[in-house]
C-alpha cells in the first residue's frame, strides 16, 4: 500500500494522476492540517481544488477526521461538494453540519441534485432540512421527492427554457438577454404548444445562426423524445444511448412538459446500472463499498446463507453416492472439477446472457437464435474439457473406465450449465425478476448437483 | 420465447416497449418482406424508424437476412445507420456493401464516428475503403487510426469552434453566421491564444446573453481541464463523471488544441468499460455476444482450461488426504461445502474492490483502512457460516468433533477468501494488469486449496 511501486505505474496510470490533484500526500497534508487545528493551511490546502477534489478528500478521510473537516468548513460548504459525494459519506457530512447550512447549500442546487442529496436521507432529517428550505424550494424538492426511486422524475431539472413556436429568433434572444430566472447554464430551447406540450427542440447554434426575423418553429427540430415522468431510469438512459441524445423532454401524464433530463446526469444512471448488475451477479449490494462492517456484513451473509443452502443441497447428492466412493476413493478427488468447470462455464453463459438482456441485445426477435448459439458453444467447449480431462483422469488414476466417465459427465455438465445460463436469466426476466439478482444462484445449483450426479452415478454404474 | 407472458411484464418494461419501434412483430414483417423480395414494403416498414432503429433491425435479423437488407439498402444506407451496428453486424453490412457507398457514408460522418467505423475492419477492406475517399477526409481519417486504440484520440472530433480571445462577443456572432466550415452542432466555442493553445470556453448561451461590444475573453470559463490525446479513454471517461463536464479540449504533445471530446461520446464508453470489467470478471470477452460461435468458443474455452489447471491443483489436494477420505466417507460429503463457501465469499469481496478500483474509490490513502473493513466483515460472516455449518454437520453426521472441524475450517477459509479477494486485485493493479482479468482465477484457487487444506488436513489430525 505503500508507493514503492510507483515505478511500475504505467504511463497511462500516471496521466490521470497528473490531472487529478488529490494525491496521497495531499491527503496527508490535510490531515496534519486537522489534526493540528490550523483552519488557516486547511483553507490553503482546499482553495485550489475543485469542487469535486474536496468531496473527493472528505471520502478518503476516515470518519473521524470527515468529521473535524465538516465542523472547520461546513457553514462554508459549497452545494456542488455536497451533490458530489457518495450516499454514505453524504450522511455522515450532512449529520455533522447545521440545518440552516445544509439548506442554505440546497437552495442553491438545481432541483435534481438537490433531490439526489436529499433522497437517501433518513425521514427525520430530510423533513428538517426541508422545513429550513424558503416555501418555493420547498415545494419544488417535494414535487422531485414525491416521484418514485429511480424513475425520470428524481433526474428532472425543472429549470428550462421553453418558448412558444410563434415567436421570432429575434424575440427568444431578446428573451435570453433579458430574463433574470433563466437557468445559468443551457444548451437548447423547447417549443411548447398552448398547452405546454413540447413541439421541437432548437440548439442554441441554430438560433444564433439564423435570422431574426423568421419564426422558431421554422428551425425547430421536431423529432423530439418524450420522456414519461414515471419512466425507470435505466430506460431513460437506454433511450439517450440509443438515440444520441443530449436532452430529452419530461412530460406528466397529460403530455404537458414539466422538466428535463441532461446527459450529464445519465452519465452517472449508466454507470450506477451496470454496477448494480456486477455488484449482483456476486451477491454484493451496489452501495457495499460505501456501507459499514456490520450493515456490509449483514447484507452480504444473506448471499452466504442462500449459497449455503445450495451446497448442502448438492452434498446431499454426494452423499447417496457414500458406499460407492468409499469403494473409489479417486471419485472424491476429482469430483470437484465436474462441478467446478461447470460452475465456470455456466457463469460465462450466465454473465453474457444477463448483459445481453440489460442492452436490449438479446429479444423476443433472436432469442432462438441465441439459445441455439449458447448450446454450439457449450457442446464445443463441453467436448474439448472432457477429451482434456478424461485423458488426464486416464493418465492419473490408470483407468481409462474413469477418464470414460470423467469425460461423459464433463460433457453432461458444461451443456446443461450452458442451457441453464442462457434458460434461466432469459426465464426471470420473463416474469418480471433481475435476472442479475437470482441467476447465478440457480445456475450454481443446477450445476453442482447435476456435475455430481452425473459423475458419481455414471461411476455407481459403470465402474463399481 | 413466445409472447404469452407479456401480462406479466411491468408497466416499466412496457413503458419503454411503447417507445421503442423495433418490436418483434415489426422483425417479422421485415423478414417476410425480404423473403418476398418486396422493396417498396422495406421501404414503407424502415421508412417511419430513426436510424438508430434501422441499426438494431440489422442487429435483429440473422446473416442471410442481414445480407439481403443490406443489398436491397445499401446503395442509400444513411451513414448514421452504420456507426450505430455494433461491430459484428458492422462487419457483414460492410462487407456485402460497395466500396464506394461505404465511401461516401463514411465521408459524411463526423471524424471521430467515421475511425469507429473502421478501426475494427480487417486491414484489407480498410485499406480499400479508404483508398475510395477524398484526400481531405483520407488525411483526417488516418490521423485518428494513428493514435493508440482506445486513446482520446479515437474519440476526438476534429470539427470544433474556436477562435481568439481578442474577438469581441459580435465578431464571434458574425463568425457564426457567415462561416459554412462550421459543425452542424456544437454547444460550446473554445479560446484558444496564437500557438493554439487552449486558454478557455464560453458556452452558446453566455454569447447570446452578452453584448456584442465585450470580448469574448471576459466572459470565458477559464477552468479548463485538459486531455492528452494518448490518455485512455476509461481515464477521460474519468474525468467526464469527476468534474461534470459536457465536453473538454484534446491537446497534442506541444499542449495545441487538436479536437474536442463530447459527454455524448464518453457514455458508450463508460457502458464498454463497466461492460468489460463484468465480463472479464467471469472469463468471457466484452464481445462475446455478437462474436461467431467459433470464435466465442476459443475465447471462453482458454478461460476454462485455466479454471480446470486449478481445479486439477484443489484435487491434488484431495488426493493428499485419500486415506483419510477411505476411513470417513462424510468428508468426501462436506469437503464441497467449504470450498464453495469460501469461492463465494472471496468473489464478494473480489468484485468489491475491482470495482473500487475502477471508479477510484479505493486509493492508496484508504487502502489501509478498506483491507481492514474487508477482514472484519470477513471474520464475522466467517463465524456466522460456521456456527451454521458446523451445527448442521454435527447433526447430520452425529458427531461434535466433524461439526467442530467443519467450524473450524470455514472461519480460515472465509478470512483468507476475505483477505485475497481484496490483497489480489489491488496487487494486481500495482503490478498494472487490469483486476478485473485475472483476479478470479487466483482468488478460486486459493479458496480451494485452502479450503480443502483446512478441511482435511484438520480432519487428518482431529478426526482420524
Request: aromatic content about 6%.
Amino acid at each position: 500500500m505503500n508507493v514503492s511501486n510507483e515505478n511500475n505505474l504505467s504511463d497511462n496510470e500516471s496521466m490521470l494522476d497528473e490531472v487529478l490533484p488529490v494525491s496521497p500526500e495531499l491527503v496527508d497534508e490535510i490531515i496534519h492540517a486537522l489534526e493540528e487545528g490550523d483552519k488557516e493551511q486547511i483553507d490553503f490546502l482546499l482553495e485550489p481544488l475543485h469542487n469535486a477534489d474536496i468531496a473527493d478528500v472528505f471520502e478518503q478521510l476516515s470518519d473521524h477526521h470527515r468529521r473535524i473537516l465538516t465542523s472547520v468548513i461546513g457553514s462554508e460548504m459549497e452545494p456542488e461538494v455536497l451533490s458530489e459525494l457518495d450516499d454514505s459519506t453524504l450522511d455522515d457530512v450532512i449529520a455533522e453540519m447545521d440545518d440552516q447550512d445544509v439548506a442554505r447549500a440546497i437552495s442553491q442546487m438545481e432541483s435534481d441534485d438537490a433531490v439526489h442529496v436529499l433522497e437517501d436521507l433518513d425521514q427525520e432529517e430530510q423533513r428538517k432540512i426541508i422545513d429550513a428550505l424558503s416555501y418555493e424550494d420547498r415545494i419544488a424538492i417535494e414535487e422531485g421527492l414525491s416521484y418514485p426511486e429511480d424513475s425520470a422524475g428524481r433526474l428532472l431539472q425543472k429549470n428550462l427554457v421553453s418558448v412558444p413556436g410563434q415567436w421570432s429568433v429575434g424575440k427568444v434572444i431578446d428573451y435570453f438577454k433579458t430574463d433574470k430566472e433563466l437557468p445559468n447554464e443551457f444548451y437548447e430551447v423547447f417549443i411548447v404548444d398552448p398547452m405546454h406540450h413540447p413541439i421541437g427542440t432548437v440548439a442554441l447554434n441554430k438560433i444564433i445562426r439564423s435570422d431574426r426575423d423568421i419564426l422558431i418553429s421554422e428551425i425547430m427540430e421536431e423529432e423530439l423524445k418524450l420522456v414519461p415522468v414515471e419512466m425507470d431510469q435505466e430506460e431513460v438512459a437506454y433511450l439517450f444511448r440509443h438515440y444520441d441524445l443530449t436532452s430529452m423532454a419530461v412530460v406528466d401524464d397529460s403530455g404537458r412538459l414539466i422538466g428535463m433530463i441532461t446527459v450529464d446526469d445519465v452519465v452517472d444512471v449508466i454507470d450506477e446500472e451496470a454496477e448494480e448488475d456486477l455488484m449482483l451477479l456476486s451477491g454484493i449490494a451496489d452501495t457495499d463499498i460505501t456501507e459499514s462492517v456490520i450493515e456490509a456484513s449483514k447484507n452480504r451473509v444473506i448471499w452466504l446463507i442462500i449459497n449455503l443452502a445450495t451446497a448442502i443441497l448438492a452434498s446431499m447428492v454426494i452423499a447417496l453416492f457414500d458406499a460407492t466412493i468409499e469403494q473409489m476413493v479417486a471419485l472424491a478427488v476429482l469430483m470437484p472439477i465436474v462441478a467446478s468447470m461447470g460452475g465456470n462455464a455456466g457463469t460465462q453463459t450466465m454473465t453474457v446472457t444477463v448483459r445481453a438482456l440489460a442492452t436490449r441485445e438479446l429479444t423476443t426477435s433472436n432469442a432462438k437464435r441465441i439459445i441455439f448459439r449458447e448450446f454450439s458453444i457449450a457442446l464445443l467447449n463441453g467436448i474439448i474439457i472432457a477429451v482434456l480431462i478424461g485423458g488426464l483422469s486416464w493418465a492419473w488414476f490408470n483407468s481409462s473406465a474413469l477418464g470414460g466417465v470423467m469425460a461423459v459427465a464433463m460433457i453432461i455438465n458444461i451443456i446443461m450449465a450452458g442451457l441453464a445460463g442462457i434458460l434461466i436469466p432469459i426465464g426471470l426476466d420473463k416474469i418480471n425478476i433481475d435476472p442479475a439478482l437470482a441467476s447465478s444462484i440457480f445456475v450454481t445449483t443446477i450445476t453442482d448437483v447435476i456435475g455430481f450426479f452425473a459423475f458419481l452415478g455414471l461411476a455407481a454404474v459403470v465402474l463399481i
